[in-house]
């Protein structure tokens, strides 16, 4: 029998055939939204590599990213000690949450304390996404779409750019400037990785060959 299988043996559905997915970006560990499965959509979603759910008030199957292009590519997924949750880990496009956020957990019951002095390290996952999302999506007066619809010759250009007032602040006094001018260059460069279809992952898998 092969490992699918027999780890598919080991699925413990509820009463009504159901199992809850956890969904998680696979590079961020973001907790991006939790729907449920029954055999059947955790069937398509193993044979199509995309999220499938089952929608309980509807009474069907739903492809997510069907009607918004957001879709979840499924990089991996994991079973609880008890065999009744899933966790998938997916390379999220776009949002997660019909709202238009990023993930389904917006709303706080505790507030978070500290917020002042958090830095969010996810950041670098969310503007790529977000300029992703531009590329699928075009919105009007985005400036992310206005240096895609130039083309690769302005991208390059601006990199090019932002590069030289990198050097340029480097060579001043001031570290805010900097750090301005370091995050103008990192903005561009992930428009050039989009343009050229070069994901963050990618990108991970390098640096880590050469880390290790």
Same mark, same amino acid.
């Given at each position: 029998?092969?490992l699918?299988e027999?780890?598919?043996?080991?699925?413990k559905?509820?009463?009504?055939g159901?199992?809850p997915?956890i969904?998680?970006?696979?590079n961020?560990?973001?907790?991006l939204m939790m729907?449920?499965?029954?055999a059947?959509s955790?069937?398509?979603?193993?044979?199509?590599?995309?999220t499938w759910f089952?929608?309980?008030?509807?009474g069907a199957?739903w492809?997510?990213?069907?009607t918004s292009?957001?879709?979840?590519y499924?990089?991996?997924i994991?079973y609880d000690?008890?065999?009744?949750?899933?966790l998938? $880990? /997916?390379?999220q496009i776009?949002?997660a949450c019909h709202t238009g #956020?990023?993930n389904?957990?917006f709303n %706080? *019951?505790v507030?978070?304390?500290?917020?002042?002095?958090?830095v969010?390290?996810?950041i670098?996952e969310?503007?790529?996404n977000v300029?992703?999302?531009?590329?699928?999506?075009?919105?009007e007066g985005?400036y992310?779409?206005y240096?895609f619809?130039k083309g690769?010759?302005?991208?390059?250009? $601006? /990199?090019?750019?932002e590069?030289?007032?990198?050097?340029?602040? #480097?060579k001043?006094i001031?570290?805010? %400037? *900097?750090?301005y001018?370091t995050?103008d260059?990192?903005?561009?460069?992930?428009v050039l990785?989009?343009?050229?279809?070069?994901s963050?992952?990618?990108?991970?898998?390098?640096?880590?060959?050469?880390?290790?």
């Amino acid at each position: 029998m092969a490992l699918e299988e027999m780890a598919l043996d080991n699925i413990k559905y509820d009463d009504k055939g159901l199992i809850p997915a956890i969904i998680q970006d696979i590079n961020s560990k973001e907790v991006l939204m939790m729907a449920y499965m029954n055999a059947e959509s955790l069937e398509k979603t193993l044979e199509t590599g995309t999220t499938w759910f089952w929608s309980r008030s509807r009474g069907a199957l739903w492809n997510k990213g069907e009607t918004s292009g957001h879709f979840q590519y499924v990089k991996a997924i994991n079973y609880d000690c008890d065999g009744d949750t899933l966790l998938i $880990k /997916v390379e999220q496009i776009g949002v997660a949450c019909h709202t238009g #956020a990023r993930n389904c957990f917006f709303n %706080e *019951l505790v507030e978070q304390t500290n917020r002042e002095n958090e830095v969010d390290i996810t950041i670098l996952e969310k503007i790529y996404n977000v300029i992703k999302d531009r590329k699928l999506n075009p919105k009007e007066g985005s400036y992310t779409n206005y240096l895609f619809d130039k083309g690769i010759d302005k991208i390059l250009k $601006k /990199v090019g750019e932002e590069n030289a007032e990198v050097i340029i602040a #480097a060579k001043n006094i001031n570290k805010e %400037e *900097l750090i301005y001018e370091t995050s103008d260059l990192i903005y561009h460069l992930f428009v050039l990785l989009n343009e050229k279809e070069v994901s963050l992952e990618e990108i991970y898998k390098e640096l880590n060959k050469r880390h290790n």
